[in-house]
Nanobody
Framework: QVQVAESGGGLVQAGGSLRLSCAAS????????QGWYRQAPGKQRELVAL???????IYADSVKGRFTISRDNAKNTVYLQMNSLKPEDTAVYYC????WGQGTQVTVSL
């Protein structure tokens, strides 16, 4: 299993944007499905977006049209572009490439 490290989180005002990165310690080209998840305080971890090896994507209804997942096999990195952020997007965001990272905090203020 590859080790992963998320980055790119921070504090942003509602309506703003962030791009999260998930860097893997090894090749991700053989990993069929890669995903971003999030966990808000007091809530269960939930799926945000998935991307397959052929580029098919799935999004949670709550982020459709605002978030975009992508992958760069050459850089062993998966991204999550988040636009039009809302306070309810506040959570720790995790990527999963067969293993979990430590997560990166995203906080959206009014």
């Amino acid at each position: 299993q590859v080790q992963v490290a998320e980055s790119g989180g921070g504090l942003v005002q509602a309506g703003g944007s962030l791009r999260l990165s998930c860097a893997a310690s090894g090749s991700i080209s053989s990993i069929n499905v890669q995903g971003w998840y999030r966990q808000a305080p007091g809530k269960q971890r939930e799926l945000v977006a998935l991307i397959s090896s052929v580029g098919r994507t799935i999004y949670a209804d709550s982020v459709k049209g605002r978030f975009t997942i992508s992958r760069d096999n050459a850089k062993n990195t998966v991204y999550l572009q988040m636009n039009s952020l809302k306070p309810e997007d506040t959570a720790v965001y995790y990527c999963n490439l067969g293993s979990w990272g430590q997560g990166t905090q995203v906080t959206v203020s009014l």
